[in-house]
């Protein structure tokens, strides 16, 4: 973020422009929050923390 100026996006798509939540969802924000979430022996999820959402990345950008 440090190289980006005030008018640049915090998150672009892979082929850069606008990121489409639709897309960006499925593909790559519920994937990352299922894969920090603890899971037992028998694959059981343990917890729903993270209860992350978009606009708490877009808050915290």
Known sequence: MASKNRN???FTAAEGGVLRIATFRTRRFNKAIESVRPV???GEVLSDFPKA????LRSTA
């Open 53 to 56: 959402t978009i606009h708490d």
């Open 8 to 10: 640049e996006l915090p």
């Open 40 to 42: 037992s022996d028998d």
